[in-house]
């Protein structure tokens, strides 16, 4: 299986963007779909996750301005981006994983995209 994300970009304090994660094949359906981002010189960030009955769960440092959709026939999971800030600039990849927040058994990531958000 493949995961591909896409959507990132340069936007202003305030702005937003949304990020698309086309996976190659529809994941089982027990898998959890992650969204990550990592900034220069920081660790991994769990940012947000969608489950097998779509429902959602957010890190404490977005929620309220992320959201997390899934379109099941395009096997694409959305992250909506909003109030974006400049701490918000990282790579953000999609991933599959077996539970939310961790530790995993399962992690499958793809290629991530840049956001960037100025001051």
């Known amino acids: 299986v493949q995961l591909q994300a896409s959507g990132g970009g340069v936007t202003e304090t305030g702005g937003s963007l949304r990020l698309s994660c086309v996976i190659s094949k529809a994941p089982s359906d027990y898998h959890v779909i992650g969204w990550f981002r990592q900034a220069p010189g920081n660790e991994r960030e769990g940012v947000s996750c969608i489950y097998p009955d779509d429902s959602t769960d957010y890190s404490g440092s977005v929620k309220g301005r992320f959201s997390t959709s899934r379109d099941n026939v395009k096997n694409t999971v959305y992250l909506q981006m909003n109030s974006l800030k400049p701490e918000d600039t990282a790579i953000y990849y999609c991933?599959?994983?077996?539970?939310?927040?961790?530790?995993?058994?399962?992690?499958?990531r793809g290629r991530g995209t840049q956001v960037t958000v100025s001051s």
């Open positions: 991933a599959i994983v077996n539970r939310c927040w961790g530790p995993y058994d399962k992690f499958i």
